[in-house]
């Protein structure tokens, strides 16, 4: 008898192999190297003998690095100790790159212990996993608008595309749809769906405003998809003045946003660092890759009048982005004291709350 349970997978071109396989990561714990006879072995002198291994704790899958010369990476983040997986994850092993999923599997059972087992696996499906697969089949989307304001000129200068779902079963708010479509893999077709429709309405509005757009920090993983999605957009709307939002997170690799800010100058998208200062302030990637727009996270906004040290650091940060012709702006600004401030600061650009709100914009008057 036949029945389906869910299974752990490992895809990707293994040992510099020029097509693509599927291994089953099965059973736990999982040990990848060059050695002979482990559960994964490659052939490559960049991979240790016994270089990591995925292991269940607390019914959690994770990879640990075995101390291998050259290291291992989840999403181009270095291991250290114990490191939590989630389907599509992307691992480095040494210089291999694998794509972490998990599926279907068919197989021929009859023993209790079997059937047991397959529905304890069954159980572990994310809530919503139906229906996200629904919302993306069905683009059952929408898109809001957030107006980001001209410091000097006060007024419109921009707008933030924001996505919303709108399946009747699954919350609106993109943070907990994300979190669902990250359990299930999905999140990379999540983020081209939402933008596909916000940038559809912003083509529809007639506006000659800028439109800022977001992408999901798994779409740096593979950048080639990611220029292709762009580049259908271009195509098929090729009216809106876009700007590309990458958070600060994803600027790590400074090889790939040379070549992105290249080729997104080609698609006239203009480039964003979102969230300046949420985490590292990656000077570096600024000084070696600057993009057109810095946005200043809402970390650093609040309060921001009553911190003269804050205030100080950041009037330097803007400084050393004129110097370097970024244009600054100051994210969640949410009352008229924190409006003040950035304005003396010499922000270029303000957005938040205090402003307005994120709304749908249906029509748009045409501005010059």
Not at 22 to 50: E, Y
Not at 156 to 171: N, Q, T, V
Not at 174 to 183: C, M, N, R, V
Not at 334 to 339: A, D, G, K, R, T
């Amino acid at each position: 008898m036949l029945k389906s349970f869910y299974g752990w997978f490992l895809t990707g071109q293994f040992d510099n192999e020029t097509s693509t396989r599927k291994l089953r990561i099965s059973p736990l714990p999982f040990i990848i190297g060059r050695q002979s006879g482990l559960d994964l072995q490659i052939h490559s002198n960049n991979v240790s003998r016994h270089h990591a291994e995925i292991l269940e704790i607390d019914d959690h899958l994770v990879l640990k690095d075995l101390n291998s010369t050259n290291g291992s990476f989840i999403n181009h983040i270095p291991v250290h100790g114990d490191a939590p997986l989630q389907a599509g994850d992307i691992l480095h092993i040494a210089d291999i790159e694998l794509r972490l999923s998990y599926e279907a599997v068919l197989r021929e059972t009859g023993t209790e212990d079997t059937e047991r087992s397959i529905e304890g696996l069954a159980n572990n499906l994310p809530v919503g996993s139906v229906e996200l697969d629904e919302m993306l089949a069905s683009k059952l989307v929408s898109s809001y608008f957030q107006t980001i304001v001209d410091n000097k000129k006060e007024r419109p200068f921009a707008y933030e595309i924001l996505g919303r779902g709108k399946h009747p079963k699954l919350p609106k708010a993109p943070g907990k749809l994300f979190k669902i479509a990250e359990a299930l893999g999905n999140e990379v077709a999540l983020a081209e769906l939402l933008r596909d429709d916000g940038v559809a309405r912003a083509e529809a509005s007639g506006s000659d405003l800028k439109f800022f757009i977001n992408i999901h920090p798994k779409e740096l993983a593979d950048p080639a998809r990611l220029l292709k999605s762009l580049q259908r957009v271009r195509h098929t709307f090729p009216n809106p003045r876009l700007v590309l939002e990458i958070h600060e997170k994803g600027v790590t690799n400074l090889n790939v946003m040379k070549m992105l800010r290249l080729r997104l100058k080609a698609l006239g998208v203009a480039l964003a660092y979102d969230d300046f200062g949420a985490g590292q302030a990656r000077l570096l990637e600024l000084a070696e890759v600057p993009p057109d727009y810095l946005k200043f996270d809402i970390a650093l906004i609040k309060g921001i009048h009553r911190s003269r040290a804050r205030r100080e650091m950041i009037a330097l940060l803007i400084q050393v982005s004129k110097n370097l012709n970024i244009k600054t702006l100051a994210e969640g600004v949410s009352n008229q004291q924190e409006s003040e401030t950035c304005r003396a600061l010499g922000f270029d650009f303000l957005q938040g709350y205090y402003y307005n709100r994120p709304a749908a914009l249906p029509q748009i008057a045409r501005q010059r």
